[in-house]
Nanobody
């Protein structure tokens, strides 16, 4: 079955960096687009970044453009989110996502807290 496992979250000071990873299994990873979402307390889940199956033309939410970079390693079945210049408003649970046969699959999420 499809499994997505996120890692790499933690507590970081404003201006710091983190790299999130999402290890995928149970499907042909190299064929599917991957996404990172986040959900802050009391807010709806929002799309942060998307990457195509080949890694071309990534897209970003305006709030993270220029600070976050999504990438993937199809040999390792892993998608990454490099987060730089972090701000307190980036605090959220970050989720990895893919749509497989029209069904959405999610990881368990990893907490990112940006605070001094």
């Amino acid at each position: 079955q499809v499994q997505l496992v996120e890692s790499g979250g933690g507590l970081v000071q404003p201006g710091g960096s983190l790299r999130l990873s999402c290890a995928a299994s149970g499907f042909t990873f190299s064929v599917y687009a991957m996404r990172w979402y986040r959900q802050a307390p009391g807010k709806e889940r929002e799309l942060v970044a998307t990457i195509t199956s080949t890694g071309s033309s990534p897209t970003y939410a305006d709030s993270v453009k220029g600070r976050f970079t999504i990438s993937r390693d199809n040999a390792k079945n892993t998608v990454y989110l490099q987060m730089n210049s972090l701000k307190p408003e980036d605090t959220a649970v970050y989720y990895c996502n893919t749509k497989y046969y029209a069904a959405n699959y999610w990881g368990q999420g990893t907490q990112v807290t940006v605070s001094s």
